[in-house]
């Protein structure tokens, strides 16, 4: 039962095949047997089991969606009344959110049963969970492995089945990357469809919620409840509520997928092109047809990000002084020196980076240069996203240059660290939708993902095109050895 | 450009964080690197380019002016590290 998708978990339920209560038990067991994995932050059975008995009596009332009673984890991004809400940072230790965010709402409100909070890197800032102020998560696939970043916890999570589904959050590629190094299905959708209230801000612009599991049709199952417009999120996006199941067994003849020539140049490792050009060969044969594109301004991608994304961050974690929730310093002087004491104590050393940069680029004499410079590229990005558009319905690629790296690899260089999210960041300033599928094994035995992007608000074509090829191949079933 | 120890302190005080000296050297090798990595955008020319700050461009939406948020003085307190008779307690700003 444990290996269901969130579809299959549905179905039982439904059918009176297992009970909600018995369903969260199950999780929770294999939670705390896995727990090397350090992927919960805060897991409290009595919660997760009334609202299973909730659901139970939902499901008995016959007024049962199709995910009443189904098991759900969130990342620590998302505020939450009945669990502790810490964005894996010592600057919120322990704090409980006085509400729920709306994604979380809006899940429960469908009945899904919340399993608990996971780790990710500090404020989402990282690639590889090394950033979290609660310790690493492990790669299910490899224990030496960094499962990625930010969304670590939620990848783990979903790749080890202790979790059916995940919240998670993208910033950069914080869905993506972690979704492809640990082998599971994530998918971000465009920016503004899924409401940002109650996630913890990084960079306003471009943080996006989005969603783990391991079939494109769950993403597509659970989208229909936790995406849509919401009053109390300023740049959420007023469009009526969709179907993002309806477009999952379109047939791909003739879909132009574009693969852009700058994903498959020099840095791009041999193993991970092989799997990625094997799934390009299965889409082939699905009829699709492939053809070569450019986005020449994409590689200038991370240096437009590392500008935009800390200034954005220094700007949200000014809220952090020490006076109204969060840390504060043992000692101090006065009142500036516990809020500086505050945020040197509170804040990890990544946060404390970005936070230092981005006042830097928006301080007197350097917004022009830096800032205002930055939009203007990310424009020009962005531009080429739709010109590449007009030539294909679906960009492909890798989603990283290479497989998860070794814990400790790039930890002491934090340039190193942003290189990693080459492919993923371009998506991310354009705001279009993106996910990373399963498409295989590279080096070392670790997992490959396949990345696909479509244009605005097309996250049903997106899913319907990751769908196809999920029923073509079995790589998303595969379990870590270890996990069964 | 490259930035000095003198730069790293003066952003630091104007970040509201603390940064030792032994620190600051540290973090000024980092911050170079990294407006290394940021100064390759330079090159690019954005004359006449209107910035983008959300992707679907679109402004801020309002909404009437009306009271939406009822009082829940105590719930929002309940994290506050210092706090007396319903007040955040901060060290003495005025004497």
Known sequence: MFDRTVAELGRALA???VSAVELAKLYLERIERHNDLNAYLDVRPEVTLAQARAADQRIARSEATPLTGVPIAHKDIFVTRDFASTAASRMLQGYMSPFDATVVERLANAGMVTLGKLNCDEFAMGSSNENSAYGNVLNPWDKSAVPGGSSGGSAASVAARIAPAATATDTGGSIREPAAFSGVTGIKPTYGRASRWG???????????????????????VFNTMLGFDSKDSTSVSRPDEDYTRALDDDLKGLRIGLPKEFFGAGLQPDVE?????ALDVYARLGCRLIDISLPTARLGIPVYYVIAPAECSSNLSRFDGVRYGYRARNYSDLTDMIKKSRAEGFGPEPRRRILIGTYVLSHGYY??????????????AEEFQRAFRECDIIAGPVTASVAFDFGEKASDPVAMYLADLYTIPGSLAGVPGMSIPCGFGRRNRPVGLQLMANYFEEAKLLG????????TDWHRRLPPGFD | MSLTLDDVQRIAHLSRIEVTDADARQILDQLNDIFALIAQMQAVDTAGIEPLSHPLGG????????????????ANMRNAPAQQDGLFLVPKVIE
Not at chain 1, 199 to 209: E, G, H, K
Not at chain 1, 368 to 381: C, F, G, T
Not at chain 2, 59 to 74: G, I
Request: glycine residues 2%.
């Open chain 1, 199 to 221: 996630m913890i801000a990084f960079a306003s612009s471009l943080d996006q919620a989005g969603i783990m599991t391991q079939s494109a049709q769950d993403a597509a199952l």
């Open chain 1, 15 to 17: 059918s009176r095949q």
């Open chain 2, 59 to 74: 402004s801020q939406r309002l909404r009437e002016d009306a009271v939406t948020e009822t009082d829940s003085r105590e």
């Open chain 1, 274 to 278: 092989k799997a990625v050009r094997d």
């Open chain 1, 368 to 381: 022009d240069a830096y800032y205002i410079k930055a939009q203007q590229v990310r424009r020009l990005i």
């Open chain 1, 465 to 472: 095109v990751a769908h196809r090829y999920q029923q073509a």
